[in-house]
């Protein structure tokens, strides 16, 4: 029988607010263990938590970014439960009154087809302490770390609309694009500011009906989500074929051994309104400030780019990817720099050396004058390709000007005729058999003697000069 998927995502999301969620505690994700604690983020007896109007912007920002609509009441339940990262007893979060609902995100399925999926709600709660196991050395014993109890979530809660493992994590992109681009959160799943849980059931094709879910945890990236659906579905698959019954219950994602493991029964505590903080009322005029700090979003600037630049889905796609990305295209191309040259230097030749120098477009250290600065000496043929990328190389590690690294290194291209006549009849007198092979229409001939040209000069010749003196030779 062939079964389809139905996969819906729940994303936690931290806020990058400067301090907790109901505290004055930094939110510094990284710092020593229990360094950022107080009475109200470690619920001492009387401690009374304080509701932060940072969080709640911050929180607004993130739901409108995802086409949310904003309620105009909402409140803070107990979602009760006892676990050791979370001494009180219960969490604050929003069960019955949720910030928003009935939002979006477009993706691109594996087709190239546009889809919505939608997303059911989002809302606001408290993140809980970290447990850290030790094991090593001594008896294991379980530690807890009390910085990130408190820090301010965003849950994401979408519909159940995503059908493939591809669509999960196109779904992630674009969310992570979108909240990245309002500059609410980080949105890293490596560094834990990201986490994202997958509820998976399968049904026979063509059904509408909605079967027993599965909830996969413990997935660190984007592809740890795919990888862990697609394992999912064909454990489910095997079971409903052999008669075995699909239990709700919570699984874990092994990345190592590439399977999902039975964690613990799927327990859902009570979620009863919190007294100690007061419902949130949300004006229309406060509403509207907050749409007005809304950037234009990645759709938008992708379609922008393609009507202004004459940028292709691809280019114009990756170029709006980041915010920061296209802040930096943008600044090129307005420093007189041809776009789609623009997008082959940022994309071919920049990106990658920022990966291998651990460098992102927040702090990247080659600035847009200074690339344009690059691209403009080679459009003006002053440098070739090859040196262009030798420079762009050494701007990393330097504070000069392209055109410093240039004259310091020769790397000036030479563009005189008649020096480069003089070097061509050296290799044509060096090469007979390729001269003999071009005269006879062998084009690969061609290719030969400009890149023996090349290397007589070390790089530094003019290549459309070499062919062009080569073709009025051979006319």
Same mark, same amino acid.
């Given at each position: 029988m062939k *079964?389809?998927?139905?996969i819906?995502l729940?994303i936690?999301v931290q806020?990058?607010?400067?301090t907790?969620m109901? %505290?004055?505690?930094?939110?510094c994700p990284?710092?020593?263990p229990?360094?950022?604690? %107080?009475p109200?983020?470690?619920?001492?007896?009387?401690?009374?938590?304080?509701f932060? @109007?940072?969080?709640?912007?911050k929180a607004t920002?993130?739901?409108l970014?995802l086409n949310? @609509?904003?309620?105009p +009441?909402?409140?803070?339940?107990?979602k009760? *439960?006892?676990?050791?990262?979370?001494?009180?007893?219960f969490?604050?979060?929003?069960?019955?009154k949720p910030l928003?609902?009935n939002?979006?995100?477009e993706?691109f399925?594996?087709e190239g %087809?546009p889809?919505?999926?939608g997303?059911h709600?989002?809302?606001?709660?408290?993140?809980?302490?970290?447990l850290?196991?030790?094991t090593?050395g001594?008896?294991?014993?379980s530690?807890v770390d009390? #910085?990130?109890a408190?820090?301010?979530l965003t849950e994401?809660?979408s519909?159940p609309d995503i059908?493939t493992?591809f669509?999960a994590m196109e779904?992630?992109k674009?969310?992570r694009?979108?909240?990245?681009y309002?500059?609410?959160?980080?949105?890293?799943?490596?560094?834990? !500011?990201m986490r994202v849980?997958?509820?998976v059931?399968?049904r026979?094709?063509?059904?509408e009906?909605l079967?027993t879910?599965?909830?996969?945890?413990?997935? #660190?990236?984007i592809?740890?989500v795919g990888?862990a659906?697609a394992y999912?579905?064909e454990?489910?698959?095997?079971?409903l074929?052999t008669?075995?019954?699909?239990i709700l219950?919570?699984?874990?994602?092994?990345?190592?051994?590439?399977?999902?493991?039975?964690?613990?029964?799927?327990?859902e505590g009570?979620c009863?309104?919190?007294p100690?903080?007061?419902?949130?009322?949300i004006s229309e005029?406060w509403? #509207?400030?907050m749409?007005?700090r809304?950037?234009?979003? =990645?759709?938008?600037?992708?379609?922008r780019?393609?009507?202004?630049?004459?940028?292709?889905?691809?280019?114009?796609?990756?170029?709006?990817s980041?915010r920061?990305?296209?802040?930096y295209?943008?600044?090129?191309?307005?420093?007189?720099i041809?776009?789609?040259?623009? +997008?082959h230097?940022i994309?071919t030749?920049?990106m990658?050396?920022?990966?291998d120098?651990n460098?992102t477009f927040?702090n990247?250290t080659?600035t =847009?004058e200074?690339?344009?600065?690059?691209?403009?000496?080679?459009?003006r043929?002053?440098?070739?390709a090859?040196?262009?990328?030798?420079?762009l190389?050494?701007?990393f590690?330097t504070?000069?000007?392209?055109?410093a690294?240039v004259n @310091?290194f020769?790397?000036?291209q030479?563009?005189d005729t008649d020096?480069?006549v003089s070097?061509?009849?050296?290799?044509?007198?060096?090469?007979p058999?390729?001269?003999s092979?071009l005269?006879?229409? !062998?084009?690969?001939?061609?290719g030969?003697?400009?890149g023996q040209a090349m290397?007589?000069?070390?790089g530094?010749a003019n290549?459309k000069?070499?062919?062009e003196?080569?073709?009025k030779?051979?006319?």
């Open positions: *079964y389809e998927a139905v819906g729940e936690h806020l990058n607010s400067k907790k109901f %505290c004055d505690c930094p939110n990284g710092d020593d229990n360094k950022n604690t %107080c109200i983020c470690l619920w001492l007896p009387g401690a009374i938590p304080r932060s @109007e940072e969080v709640l912007e920002i993130t739901a970014a949310c @609509e904003i309620q +009441v909402n409140a803070f339940d107990q009760v *439960y006892y676990y050791p990262d979370l001494p009180k007893g969490q604050l979060s929003q069960f019955h928003a609902k939002g979006w995100v993706i399925d594996e %087809c889809k919505k999926i997303i709600q989002v809302h606001m709660e408290e993140d809980v302490a970290k850290m196991h030790e090593e001594r008896t294991p014993i530690l009390f #910085n990130r408190g820090t301010p994401i809660v519909k059908r493992p669509e779904y992630i674009a969310l694009a979108q909240i990245r309002a500059g609410s959160a980080e949105c890293s799943m490596e560094q834990g !500011t849980d997958a509820n059931s399968i026979p094709e063509g059904s009906e079967n879910k599965v909830e996969i945890k413990n997935m #660190n990236s592809h740890n990888d659906i999912e579905i454990r489910q698959a095997k079971c074929d008669g075995e019954p699909i219950h919570t699984r874990l994602w092994d990345p190592e051994k590439k399977v999902t493991l039975p964690m613990r029964g799927k327990f009570p009863i309104p919190d100690s903080v007061p419902p949130i009322t005029e509403l #509207n400030k749409r007005t809304l950037p234009e979003m =990645p759709v938008r600037k992708a379609a780019f393609t009507d202004q630049y004459g940028l292709n889905h691809d280019e114009a796609s990756l170029m709006s980041e920061e990305l296209s802040e295209f943008e600044t090129v191309t307005k420093l007189a041809p776009p789609r040259t623009a +997008v230097w994309s030749q920049l990658p050396l920022m990966k120098n460098q927040p990247l080659i =847009p200074r690339l344009a600065s690059l691209i403009g000496m080679l459009e043929d002053e440098i070739n090859k040196s262009a990328r030798e420079v190389t050494k701007l590690s504070d000069s000007t392209p055109e690294i @310091e020769g790397f000036r030479v563009s020096a480069l070097l061509i009849d050296s290799v044509l007198a060096k090469n058999q390729a001269v092979d005269k006879a229409g !062998t084009q690969k001939a061609m030969f003697l400009i290397q007589a000069s070390k530094k290549p000069l070499i062919r003196i080569l073709l030779k051979f006319e």
